[in-house]
T-cell receptor, first 116, second 114 residues
Framework: GAVVSQHPSWVICKSGTSVKIECRSL??????MFWYRQFPKQSLMLMAT?????????EQGVEKDKFLINHASLTLSTLTVTSAHPEDSSFYIC????????????FGPGTRLTVT | AQTVTQSQPEMSVQEAETVTLSCTYD???????LFWYKQPPSRQMILVIR??????QNATENRFSVNFQKAAKSFSLKISDSQLGDAAMYFC???????????FGKGTKLSVIP
C-alpha cells in the first residue's frame, strides 16, 4: 500500500545554514503533497501545499523565503529551511494525497530538525 | 474557517475495556470528510478510520468505530477491547470537499493501563 518516505529522519545543523528535507512517494504518484510542522506535544500545523510542477501555496504566517518547497516530480517534494535558526527546530512531516481516495493523505515518518 | 475541537487532552483506559474519544467540528460546508489519525511514540501518523459526511452509516474498522452526529457536528471514536498498542496520540481531522487540506484537532493522548 501507499508508502511515503522522508529523508533524513533527524538532522542537526548550525544556525545560519540551510537544510533540505526530502519527501518521496514510493509506490504511487503524488500530484499533491503537504508539509506540516509539529511542535512537542502539539498538533500538526499545515505549512504549505505543493502541486507537482507549480508553485507551492503557503499558509498564512509561513515565510515563503525561509521555507522553500519544490515539487519537481510526481514522487518527490523537498522542503529547504534556509538560514536556519534555533526557533526553526521542530518536527516536520510531509504527506501525499491519495490517488484512490482524494481526501485521504498518506504521511511520511517525519524529520526532526535541531538547529544549534 | 473550519475548526476541530478535541476537549479531552488525556484519557486512560484499562486493557480490554472500551474508551470513547470526543471530537466536535465547526463548518458551514455540507460535504466534507472526517478522519481519526493515530500517532504513536514513533510519530508516524496512521489513519484509523474515515467517515464521509454524506453517509449516514457510522464507519467501523475492526475494534474502532465512530459515532457521527452530523447535526450536532460531533465525531467521536470508540475503541473496543483496548490493547497496549492503542496507546498513542489521537487526532481528529476534517477535510472539506474540494479542499484536500486537513484541519487537525489538538489531539487526545490515550494511555492503556495493563
Amino acid at each position: 500500500g501507499a508508502v511515503v518516505s522522508q529523508h533524513p529522519s533527524w538532522v542537526i545543523c548550525k544556525s545560519g545554514t540551510s537544510v533540505k528535507i526530502e519527501c518521496r512517494s514510493l509506490d504511487f504518484q503524488a500530484t499533491t503533497m503537504f508539509w506540516y510542522r509539529q511542535f512537542p506535544k502539539q498538533s500538526l500545523m499545515l505549512m504549505a501545499t505543493s502541486n507537482e510542477g507549480s508553485k507551492a501555496t503557503y499558509e498564512q504566517g509561513v515565510e515563503k523565503d525561509k521555507f522553500l518547497i519544490n515539487h519537481a516530480s510526481l514522487t518527490l517534494s523537498t522542503l529547504t529551511v534556509t538560514s536556519a535558526h534555533p526557533e526553526d527546530s521542530s518536527f516536520y512531516i510531509c504527506s501525499a494525497r491519495s490517488q484512490s481516495y482524494a481526501y485521504e493523505q498518506y504521511f511520511g515518518p517525519g524529520t526532526r530538525l535541531t538547529v544549534t | 474557517a473550519q475548526t476541530v475541537t478535541q476537549s479531552q487532552p488525556e484519557m486512560s483506559v484499562q486493557e480490554a475495556e472500551t474508551v470513547t474519544l470526543s471530537c466536535t467540528y465547526d463548518t458551514s460546508e455540507s460535504d466534507y470528510y472526517l478522519f481519526w489519525y493515530k500517532q504513536p511514540p514513533s510519530r508516524q501518523m496512521i489513519l484509523v478510520i474515515r467517515q464521509e459526511a454524506y453517509k449516514q452509516q457510522n464507519a467501523t474498522e475492526n475494534r474502532f468505530s465512530v459515532n457521527f452526529q452530523k447535526a450536532a457536528k460531533s465525531f467521536s471514536l470508540k475503541i473496543s477491547d483496548s490493547q497496549l498498542g492503542d496507546a498513542a496520540m489521537y487526532f481528529c481531522a476534517y477535510s472539506g470537499a474540494g479542499s484536500y487540506q486537513l484541519t487537525f484537532g489538538k489531539g487526545t493522548k490515550l494511555s492503556v493501563i495493563p
